[in-house]
């Protein structure tokens, strides 16, 4: 990580909820200053794609980005694009979207206006930032080699989990605190049995009575 000393921040993007049938799409950034770069895997031991961790080691790590958070060592953000708009624009439309409102609620609580070519952006997969980030680099599987995307993907997959669970609660038959919204056998058993709800993503489903 020698290289990104040239910058101000480094900052880790990734998402969750890409494929499920069920639930909002979920994209989480964490930042930190470049000179934390090489502390984080100390700072929050354990941490890697969040997809290879239990539930239970994820909330672990998440508590202790949240105390990091508030100490003001690190600022992670999570945003989400609805059902709604995911069946109205698309689903990497959607992501572009909470894409960004995640990036703008790290430049007005962390960066404060400093120039984002201090920034050194890293994104999981195919996701990319906007262009106003001129330093930023796709990685293919970086939430399991870098660990500011790691820990952006912990961040992103715990609160939207919490959120499914939380759903779960008003659509008692569905099973989403079990399955998160994606395509398991019970998860269209259930939508066999009981139908779509109003979280369900029809541009997923299509041909699925509703």
């Known amino acids: ?17 890409r ?10 950034a964490f930042a930190a200053r470049s000179e934390m770069a090489a502390k984080l895997l100390k700072m929050f031991k354990g941490a890697r794609d969040s997809k290879k961790m239990t539930p239970a080691a994820r909330e672990r790590v998440f508590l202790e980005i949240k105390k990091a958070q508030k100490a003001g060592h690190i600022y992670f953000a999570v945003s989400y694009s609805s059902v709604k708009m995911i069946d109205e624009k698309g689903i990497v439309p959607a992501i572009k979207f909470a894409l960004n409102r995640s990036l703008k609620k790290i430049e007005t609580n962390f960066i404060q206006g400093l120039p984002l070519d201090k920034c050194q952006v890293l994104l999981d997969g195919s996701l990319k930032a906007p262009s106003r980030y001129l330093n930023q680099k796709t990685i293919i599987g970086g939430d399991d080699k870098e660990p500011v995307i790691s820990l952006a993907s912990i961040c992103a997959k715990v609160l939207r989990d919490r959120k499914m669970i939380s759903l779960a609660r008003k659509h008692q038959h569905h099973g989403f605190d079990v399955h998160k919204g994606y395509g398991t056998k019970a998860h269209y058993k259930a939508i066999k049995k009981y139908g779509l709800t109003k979280e369900h993503r029809r541009s997923f489903l299509k041909g699925i009575a509703s």
Request: hydrophobic content about 50%; overall charge positive; aromatic content about 12%.
């Open 1 to 17: 990580m020698r290289y990104l000393m040239k910058y101000k921040f480094l900052i880790g993007i990734d998402e969750a909820g």
């Open 19 to 28: 494929g499920p049938l069920a639930g909002p799409v979920a994209v989480g």
